[in-house]
C-alpha cells in the first residue's frame, strides 16, 4: 500500500510569492495534519483537516491556510512569502479515533 | 500537552541496547507518552506509545515510571539504521490530533 506522499518534493520560490503544496493520504485515512520543520527544529503543528472540515489550528499567520478534498487529499497554500517560511513541510495521515500518524516525506521550500 | 526532556544527543554501539531517557514532570493523568523518530531527510515515523503500562512492539519497549513522571525508549539490538532524531511526546489520546515536538534527542549508532 502507498504511503502518504507529497508534492513536489522540492520547490524554489521567491519573497512574495504563494505556493501550494499538496498531500495525498493513506486510503482510508481522513484526517490530514500539516507541520513545518525548519532547519535544526522538530516539527510545528499548523493545521488538521477531518472530513473537510478545519479540526485544529497552530500559531502560524492567516498567510498559511488549507483545505481538505472530498477524496481526503489536501493542499496548504502559503501566500506572501517570507524567507522564514523557508522549511520542510510535512503532511501526515491517520484514521480519526485512532493516533499514530503516519508522515509523507515533506516537500523541501526555498524562499530566496 | 505537558512539557518534555531529552538530551540533546546521545550515542550506541551497533548491537547494544539503546535506551532513551524523557522526563515529562507536569504530565496530567489522561496524557499518553508517544514516541517517533525521524531519519534524516525524512517524514517523523511512530514508533510506540503508552499510559502507564509498560508497552513493548516489534520496534521498540517503552518503560514508563511509576508516578508516570518520566519514560525510557528502549531499542533493544541497535543497528546502524536506528541512527536518528528521537522524538518523546505528550499529549492527551482525544481531540485535535496536533503532535507538539521538543528538539529531541539524536541518537548515533556507531559500529
Known amino acids: 500500500d502507498a504511503g502518504v506522499t507529497q508534492s513536489p518534493t522540492h520547490l524554489i520560490k521567491t519573497r512574495g510569492q504563494h505556493v501550494t503544496l499538496r498531500c495525498s493520504p493513506i486510503?482510508?485515512?481522513?484526517?490530514v495534519s500539516w507541520y513545518q520543520q525548519v532547519l535544526g527544529q522538530g516539527p510545528q503543528f499548523i493545521f488538521q483537516?477531518?472530513?473537510?472540515?478545519?479540526?485544529g489550528r497552530g500559531n502560524f499567520p492567516d498567510r498559511f491556510s488549507a483545505r481538505q478534498f472530498p477524496n481526503y487529499s489536501s493542499e496548504l497554500n502559503v501566500n506572501a512569502l517570507l524567507l522564514g517560511d523557508s522549511a520542510l513541510y510535512l503532511c501526515?495521515?491517520?484514521?480519526?479515533?485512532?493516533?499514530?500518524?503516519?508522515f509523507g516525506p515533506g516537500t523541501r521550500l526555498t524562499v530566496l | 500537552d505537558a512539557k518534555t526532556t531529552q538530551p540533546p544527543s546521545m550515542d550506541c554501539a551497533e548491537g547494544r541496547a539503546a535506551n532513551l531517557p524523557c522526563n515529562h514532570s507536569?504530565?496530567?493523568?489522561?496524557?499518553?507518552v508517544y514516541w517517533y523518530r525521524q531519519i534524516h531527510s525524512q517524514g517523523p515515523q511512530y514508533i510506540i506509545h503508552?499510559?502507564?503500562n509498560n508497552e513493548t512492539n516489534e520496534m521498540a519497549s517503552l518503560i514508563i515510571t511509576e508516578d508516570r513522571k518520566s519514560s525510557t525508549l528502549i531499542l533493544p539490538h541497535a543497528t546502524l539504521r536506528d541512527t536518528a532524531v528521537y522524538y518523546c511526546?505528550?499529549?492527551?489520546?482525544?481531540?485535535?490530533?496536533?503532535?507538539?515536538f521538543g528538539q529531541g534527542t539524536r541518537l548515533t549508532i556507531n559500529p
Open positions: 501526515a495521515s491517520n484514521l480519526q479515533g485512532y493516533n499514530e500518524q503516519f
Open positions: 503508552g499510559l502507564k
Open positions: 483537516y477531518y472530513e473537510k472540515e478545519e479540526r
Open positions: 486510503s482510508g485515512h481522513k484526517s
Open positions: 507536569t504530565i496530567s493523568g489522561n496524557e499518553y
Open positions: 511526546i505528550v499529549r492527551v489520546d482525544q481531540g485535535a490530533q496536533k503532535l507538539v
